[in-house]
């Protein structure tokens, strides 16, 4: 009897997480996001937090490279990138945040997806983002995005715990996933 009810209980602890992900909505953040994605990041650690006001900025000078997840009305997930100005082919993932209310609906994943339909990612051949030794969780998503593509995940030190941070901060490893194809991009936006 007490196998009845586990299974019961995690159909419906699945079908609560199906019923969550079909509510979240994305969007482009507006500068009024900024302080709530401030929050956001400071409740998922070990993320580094900004300032508020680079949030801001985020959220209004970089909004179209950003995007913001939505559960009630409440921001749940953020994803900050940006298009390298020396490199137009590649997309830089500066920071993603996932709450805690919305873990187990494969949020990382979506919001990329997402950013990557958009017109203004159209020419993104790559996609890259550093990552700690330890943060596993976001290397699994940028692994399963190339996955998703089919390409590649080469991984290189970006910038060293010794050289650029002073041994003050973990090694930050580049993670450069692609070549992502045009037509793989407007699949996306099917």
């Known amino acids: ?47 580094d937090t900004n300032s508020a006001y680079c949030n801001l900025l985020q959220c209004s ?6 995007v913001v997840a939505e559960l009630d ?3 749940v997930g953020w994803v900050s ?15 993603m945040a996932v709450s805690e209310k919305a873990r187990g609906c494969a949020l990382a994943q979506r919001m990329l997806m997402f950013l990557l339909g958009q017109r203004q990612c159209s020419a993104t051949r790559f996609v890259e983002t550093t990552i700690t030794a330890d943060n596993s969780a976001s290397r699994r998503v940028f692994q399963k995005l190339a996955e998703s593509f089919d390409t590649d995940c080469v991984e290189s030190v970006m910038f060293s ?13 580049l993670f450069q ?14």
């Open 177 to 190: 996933i692609g070549p992502i194809t045009a037509e793989q991009l407007q699949q996306i936006k099917s």
């Open 81 to 95: 990138a940006y298009i390298e100005p020396k490199n137009p082919e590649n997309l830089f993932i500066w920071q």
């Open 1 to 47: 009897m007490g196998e009845l009810i586990l299974i019961k209980n995690q159909e419906k602890v699945a079908a609560s997480t199906t019923q969550k992900a079909e509510a979240i909505s994305f969007r482009h953040p507006v500068a009024e996001d900024g302080y709530a994605v401030n929050q956001l990041i400071a409740a998922c650690p070990p993320l």
């Open 73 to 75: 009305g409440e921001i």
């Open 161 to 173: 715990k010794e050289v650029h941070f002073a041994n003050k901060h973990n090694t930050e490893f």
């Open 61 to 66: 000078h970089f909004a179209d490279t950003c």
